[in-house]
């Protein structure tokens, strides 16, 4: 399996801590404390809506972007008119803007934007408190912030922290030696609740101080839509997300036969040589192309080669599946019930 990376994750991140991280501890330490030091000392303004933060405590991604939709969807049942707030990772918006799924890029808004949009208002916005407010303006009574929670300028009522339960921490050091945003015991202090994702042990001892610290753990799982189309399927599969494993263990769990799988960084911008890569590999190897929704949105509006790869590849859709059936509501509900008691002090 061939696999590239982008410089902002290194796979010696994701391996047991060697002498690369050993190596660069000193600039961890540093980069550690000016984080956690940031995120101690942040004035974050208030907003007139309950704000819940879907995060990470890592670089890259681990499942955040269905959890969001899939608290969208309960804040809707339970009344509520929730709306998306996103910084636009990989766009160049410069200013607020309301994504439009259906008009839009996501070389101008970013890629998950584009799918949040297709479930609820989203902002994509560089000052998050412009976006919040922009929300509210258009009705919005009750904000999902993707990411944001070590360096969001607004207050949250609830952040719940999403970990993959297969990858865990990586290595344990902060960037650049690791993945970590900042030191784990300084990120969840501002932490509500962890939500472990998939199968595995590898986040057991984030579980364990999580659960020290007084926090919830939730547990959850992607779990793949329109199986029927995959199963029985010899695929060239190719993700750019941060955790492409993950996608390729999603495709076999489907019933689908990963023959190859092609790795890019994530929020990757693919060009011309890519997809005439992609189309030749699958071609010479009699397989077909599958991708991800996040993939295919930012293939969307190419032409050329872009534009042929995009209406070969099929697509695996995947939700998010809890545990506790009644997690969401939970969720919500603290998120509503932190806010009522912010707004009475």
Same mark, same amino acid.
């Given at each position: 399996?061939?696999?590239?990376?982008?410089?902002?994750?290194?796979?010696?991140?994701?391996?047991?801590a060697?002498?690369?991280?050993?190596?660069?501890?000193?600039?961890s330490?540093?980069?550690?404390?000016?984080?956690?030091?940031?995120?101690?000392?942040?004035?974050?303004?208030?907003?007139?809506?309950?704000?819940?933060?879907?995060?990470?405590?890592?670089?890259?991604?681990?499942?955040?972007t269905?959890?969001?939709?899939?608290?969208?969807?309960?804040?809707?049942?339970?009344?509520?008119?929730?709306?998306?707030?996103?910084?636009?990772?990989?766009?160049?918006?410069?200013?607020?803007?309301?994504?439009?799924?259906?008009?839009?890029?996501?070389?101008?808004?970013?890629?998950?934007?584009?799918?949040?949009?297709?479930?609820?208002?989203?902002?994509?916005?560089?000052?998050?408190?412009?976006?919040?407010?922009?929300?509210?303006?258009?009705?919005?009574d009750?904000?999902?912030?993707?990411d944001?929670?070590?360096?969001?300028?607004?207050?949250?009522?609830?952040?719940?922290? *999403?970990?993959? $339960? &297969?990858?865990?921490?990586?290595?344990?050091?902060? #960037?650049? =030696? !690791?993945?970590?945003? /900042?030191?784990?015991?300084?990120?969840?202090?501002?932490?509500?609740?962890?939500?472990?994702?998939?199968?595995?042990?590898?986040?057991?001892?984030?579980?364990?101080?999580?659960?020290?610290?007084?926090?919830? *753990?939730?547990? $959850? &799982?992607?779990?793949p839509r329109?199986?029927?189309? #995959?199963? =029985? !399927?010899?695929?060239? /599969?190719?993700?750019?997300i941060?955790?492409?494993?993950?996608?390729?263990?999603?495709?076999a769990?489907?019933?689908?036969?990963?023959?190859?799988?092609?790795?890019?960084?994530?929020?990757?911008?693919?060009?011309?040589?890519? $997809? &005439?890569?992609?189309i030749?590999?699958?071609?010479?190897?009699?397989?077909?192309?599958?991708?991800?929704?996040?993939?295919?949105?930012?293939?969307?509006?190419?032409?050329?080669?872009?534009?042929?790869?995009?209406?070969?590849?099929?697509?695996?859709?995947?939700?998010?599946?809890?545990?506790?059936?009644?997690?969401?509501?939970?969720?919500?509900e603290?998120?509503?019930?932190?806010?009522?008691?912010?707004?009475?002090k």
């Amino acid at each position: 399996m061939e696999a590239r990376r982008s410089s902002e994750a290194p796979p010696f991140w994701w391996e047991p801590a060697d002498w690369r991280a050993w190596s660069l501890a000193p600039f961890s330490a540093l980069y550690g404390f000016v984080a956690g030091y940031r995120m101690a000392s942040a004035k974050r303004a208030k907003v007139d809506v309950p704000v819940l933060c879907v995060g990470n405590f890592t670089v890259g991604g681990e499942g955040k972007t269905p959890v969001s939709i899939a608290l969208a969807k309960q804040a809707r049942k339970l009344g509520r008119k929730p709306g998306f707030l996103s910084r636009g990772h990989g766009g160049s918006m410069t200013t607020a803007h309301l994504v439009d799924a259906e008009k839009d890029l996501s070389r101008h808004v970013g890629d998950e934007p584009l799918l949040l949009a297709r479930h609820a208002p989203t902002m994509v916005a560089p000052d998050r408190l412009t976006g919040a407010r922009e929300l509210v303006g258009i009705g919005c009574d009750f904000i999902i912030m993707d990411d944001g929670f070590q360096s969001a300028r607004i207050h949250m009522d609830y952040a719940v922290m *999403v970990v993959d $339960a &297969r990858r865990g921490l990586g290595n344990g050091h902060v #960037i650049p =030696g !690791g993945p970590l945003r /900042a030191r784990l015991i300084d990120q969840l202090r501002f932490a509500d609740a962890v939500l472990t994702m998939g199968e595995g042990t590898a986040a057991d001892h984030v579980v364990r101080q999580t659960s020290r610290a007084g926090r919830p *753990v939730f547990q $959850a &799982r992607l779990k793949p839509r329109g199986m029927r189309a #995959i199963k =029985g !399927g010899q695929f060239l /599969a190719f993700a750019g997300i941060g955790n492409p494993k993950k996608f390729f263990d999603s495709v076999a769990e489907a019933g689908g036969a990963v023959v190859e799988g092609k790795s890019f960084p994530d929020h990757h911008p693919y060009d011309d040589d890519d $997809a &005439r890569d992609l189309i030749a590999a699958a071609g010479r190897d009699g397989l077909q192309l599958i991708t991800t929704e996040k993939d295919l949105v930012r293939l969307r509006g190419g032409s050329g080669a872009l534009g042929e790869l995009a209406e070969a590849s099929r697509v695996l859709q995947v939700e998010a599946a809890f545990e506790a059936a009644d997690m969401p509501v939970t969720i919500i509900e603290n998120t509503i019930e932190n806010w009522r008691e912010r707004s009475l002090k």
